[in-house]
């Protein structure tokens, strides 16, 4: 399973972004999708989850802010940002769950896509 994210760049404090993540392969079904991101020097963080059903779960610090959603016919996830501040700015991953044909679970991260928050 291959995760292709895009939508990354540069934006000033304040502006909005959205980022998009297609996974493609062979598999039975994807089950949760999520975002992450990782700013420099520090560790990669959650920045948000939505599952089949789309219920979503978000960092405490960005609801309110960014918005997950997903197709699940186009097996594609999209990450909203808005009101985005300079220490938004980090490599943001696309990651996917779900099984294979043979009912075996997979775990699967996109390249990551660069965000940076600067006037």
């Known amino acids: 399973v291959q995760l292709q994210a895009s939508g990354g760049g540069l934006v000033q404090p304040g502006g909005s972004l959205r980022l998009s993540c297609t996974a493609s392969g062979v598999f039975f079904s994807i089950n949760s999708m999520a975002w992450y991101r990782q700013a420099p020097g520090k560790q990669r963080d959650l920045v948000a989850t939505?599952?089949?059903?789309?219920?979503?779960n978000y960092a405490d610090s960005l609801k309110g802010r960014f918005t997950i959603s997903r197709d699940n016919d186009k097996n594609t996830v999209w990450l909203q940002m808005g009101s985005l501040k300079p220490e938004d700015t980090a490599v943001y991953y696309c990651?996917?769950?779900?099984?294979?044909?043979?009912?075996?679970?997979?775990?699967?991260w996109g390249q990551g896509t660069l965000v940076t928050v600067s006037s």
């Open positions: 990651y996917a769950e779900g099984t294979d044909y043979g009912f075996i679970p997979f775990g699967s």
């Open positions: 939505i599952d089949r059903a789309k219920n979503t």
